[in-house]
């Protein structure tokens, strides 16, 4: 597998202070120490820089700092996103077929059969493995025609919990065809009314909690219900 992500990532520093008004940054100070910062000098200190896709430097040096936000498989980094600590924006470098955000974290207990559930964001899917372990980031509007090659020999289970807006809609309705169309068990989820994702479970959280009880509820109840049946 290719290191170059791995090796960038190594480069970054653990969060220690509220760097930005970002819940990036809260979640890494206080739930998530995989979410770590970088920052061009680091780069250009680097042995790294010339290696770099032309697009992820200049994003790191336009933005000066950004977020890490890192997505194991095999001990080595396949997919890392890089988020802007001065604007909402953000990059992912992904390893040629790069499988979705988190594969590498489902539970070690998983097989064949158990729910999958699939949102857009990496946020997102950090954010609502507190809920469930088993969940995976497309990083994109939707599941790539890459990722449903690979995912029917997983499971035949999944949970689409895309974004709220007109994209998100869009690829349930795409994707929820694509998996029945292979035999599968697709679900559609519903987002907590007025959110745009699941991540916003955090945006609302109580100071000692990662999450809103509320909102916490919400998916809770959604994922649990379908895995009992």
Known sequence: MNTLYTELYSLSHEVT?????SKYVDFALQFNKNYRFLTIGDVLNSNLGGNLPP?????IGEAGAVMCLPSFLNQSIHALLLRSLKRKEFRVGLVPHSPPYRIGSLASDFHYGDLLVCVEGAFDADVLSFIYPNVIASLT?????????????????????FDSDEPGRKAVFRNYSQLKRK???????DIYPGDKDPGDMFSYRQLDKPYDSLRYDFY???????ISK
């Open 220 to 226: 809770h109840n959604q994922i649990y219900r379908i």
């Open 183 to 189: 035999g599968l068990f697709p679900f559609v989820g």
């Open 141 to 161: 509007a939707g599941l790539s025609s890459f990722h449903l090659s690979i995912l029917p020999f997983i499971t035949d289970k999944f949970l689409l919990l």
């Open 17 to 21: 202070e509220r760097l930005e008004d």
């Open 55 to 59: 697009y992820l430097l200049r994003f």
